[in-house]
């Protein structure tokens, strides 16, 4: 399989996690959970926590095989893909990124080794993170602690959007997880989502905590108990899915 343009599709998936306790091993995560994303839009899961959000983004991860059901990449069965493919075309963000024990340079340097100058601000622009690293006393070659510990963590997830936009990916994971920053924060990081979403090349699809960060998503799917409940624009949620609207 060659480059891939981005349309994920569940259908009818089923999913549970193996737990020690008899009781609660066989309640399904997803429950004959069907839905569609076309290629180039930006999607949110949004609903109460437990309802199996993270479990979607570890099947398209493919951290995880469903118990039934398909997952389905530009129609594909994502098992037919190996895990190269998903590797270079899906990129993840997580709550907490992890950051090496390198200069901001090096830590780029990992995903594109002849990494130039001119591709690292540009991506970091893209990232909204280029405004921060100026400031800093020694620049891109400013060393991070391990982990990222001398960088906030909208700083980590902003050069993190900053090294999957180097690996030339389709789909943009984003465990959003914003709930805990800033408002300015929280504005960069959404502005760098805009960034990636503009040339329409990229599905982005995130898990959403605020409110803010959904209102413009192109689709948005609400979750209760492993399915989705309903799915629309936000404007047309708040019109007709109580739920959401609570």
């Keep these: 399989v060659g480059r891939i343009s981005g349309e994920v599709r569940f259908e009818h998936v089923k999913f549970a996690y193996r737990h020690q306790d008899p009781q609660t091993n066989n309640r399904m995560v997803l429950d004959d959970l069907s839905f569609e994303i076309p290629s180039g839009i930006t999607a949110a ?71 130039t100058d001119e591709e690292m601000k540009k991506v970091c622009a893209i990232a909204c993170i280029d405004k921060d690293i100026e400031q800093m006393p020694d620049q891109y070659d400013s060393l991070l602690g391990e982990g990222g510990t001398n960088l906030s963590g909208g700083q980590r997830q902003r050069l993190a959007i900053a090294s999957a936009l180097l690996r030339d990916f389709r789909i943009l994971l984003l465990d959003e997880a914003t709930s805990a920053l800033d408002n300015i924060t929280q504005n960069r990081i959404q502005q760098a989502i805009r960034n990636v979403q503009a040339d329409h090349e990229h599905t982005v699809v995130m898990i959403a905590h605020r409110l803010t960060t959904v209102v413009n998503a192109d689709k948005i799917m609400f979750m209760e108990n492993g399915r989705i409940l309903d799915e629309g624009t936000h404007k047309e949620l708040l019109e007709r899915c109580d739920s959401y609207r609570a």
């Design 45 to 115: 899961l949004v609903g109460r926590s437990g309802c199996g959000k993270t479990t979607v983004f570890n099947l398209i991860d493919r951290l995880y095989e469903t118990a039934a059901g398909k997952v389905l990449i530009d129609g594909i069965n994502i098992k037919e893909l190996d895990r190269e493919t998903i590797r270079s075309q899906i990129a993840v963000v997580s709550q907490n990124p992890y950051i090496f024990h390198l200069s901001i340079r090096d830590n780029l340097r990992l995903v594109k080794p002849d990494l």
